[in-house]
């Protein structure tokens, strides 16, 4: 039987083993870094069962298996655990190698580790931006500052002239980048996206993946989440 | 002919294209994010050259090929550039695959990514010890908090049951681990090592390593270099 969607609590008894066959991935159905190994999981065809996780009250079981507390967590059904949402995308990627989504060229693998590198530079802003003004603070600043970065991958885009970070087809990277960018809306950031002619196309393109339509929620969802996280009670079970 | 090893500074003219059938490292002798990549290169018996950069007065056309300034930089024949130390190392691994480093086991290798990036946590304490020492500053709490993550690496090997941290050989992550230890003694915090046995043995082991004594700097060497970092006027030539 499917585990519940309903994220787990403390309270909630700890899970069996998973089933052979399947993995499993713990998740927090609002989480972007979660939602790169479900972006994964989705575009590969991974069969899998997803178990949510309250993060505001893990469960000791949860801690167990990634003492950081964070998501999203791989278990196999031989009980092996990986964590760390860039690192369970590249297991995928070589335990499931029927669909390849990084390239095979040494070189292509570097780069779009180099740009997962200066993108992970790029996600503080995200949050800095929206939860300042949620916090009524100015974040002239720091909009300046994340101006400037998108626009460094607006030039990448530009430069390679691709639809893709990786080329002409999806690959790895875009996934890696997206969920952030589902959220531009939401988090109050897309007017800093007004010189990113390339970014922007970017973003309509993934809009239009069935990988990410499979994987994602409305501007409308996300915002209910995000208040109710900023309000300091999250509603991980929003539209259940 | 073979570049000099003497540093490049911002009046060194550029260098020339990569000869074919080398691959070029960008480096500094003193560097430990650069000596993972010299590591990687001996241990694969990879042919190359190398060009140090003076980090104080960087090249124009070196800051042209990454722009953060950091070392290492590969640069290839066909004029590919690639920087992050675990990303040059990576791309070794799969440009030069005939001896291997890293395990073939994708749970193998999400391992070694996963230790890797506890450890990236464990590096800034030990410059937060030995530059807090120096400038006669009281580090007791790092001390307290690097002993409780080293302390961790020994359980990491303890469990393992194994002499290095991938198992009973040598592979990627004991070689990306390493150039912090080697300057354990001279970054003064070989004393946080009392209570970790199965890490002071992997020490032990890696010092006897050929591509670790093929790389290496003697604690004297490595102590004149620092003690002129920290005078603000680093001998990156010291010993040439």
């Known amino acids: 039987m499917a585990p519940s969607p309903k994220c787990q609590g403390k309270a909630c008894p700890a899970p069996g083993p998973v089933p052979n066959g399947l993995i499993r991935l713990y998740s927090m159905r609002f989480c972007p870094f979660a939602q790169r190994a479900r972006l994964v999981l989705t575009a590969k065809g991974v069969k899998h069962e997803i178990i949510n996780i309250n993060l505001k009250d893990k469960p000791d079981w949860f801690l167990e298996k990634n003492p950081s507390g964070t998501v999203p967590v791989l278990e196999t059904s031989s009980g092996q655990v990986i964590y760390e949402s860039p690192i369970t995308c590249e297991y995928l990627e070589e335990a499931y190698p029927e669909k390849k989504l990084l390239p095979s060229d040494p070189f292509e693998r570097a780069q779009q580790k180099m740009l997962l590198d200066h993108y992970s530079k790029v996600i503080p802003y995200f949050y800095k931006i929206s939860m300042g003004k949620k916090r009524g603070e100015d974040v002239s600043a720091a909009e300046v500052e994340f101006k400037d970065k998108v626009s ?63 994987t994602m929620f409305s501007t409308e969802d996300h915002k209910v989440f995000f208040n109710s996280y900023m309000d300091g009670n999250p509603n991980y079970d929003h539209g259940l």
Chains 1, 2 share one sequence.
């Open 152 to 214: 460094q991958l607006n030039e990448y885009l530009a430069k390679k002239k691709t639809k893709y970070f990786g080329g002409n087809s999806i690959t790895m990277i875009d996934y890696l980048i997206w969920p952030w960018f589902e959220r531009a809306e939401m988090m109050g950031v897309k007017h800093c996206l007004a010189n990113t002619p390339e970014l922007r196309k970017w973003i309509e393109c993934m809009f239009e993946d069935p990988v990410v339509k499979a």
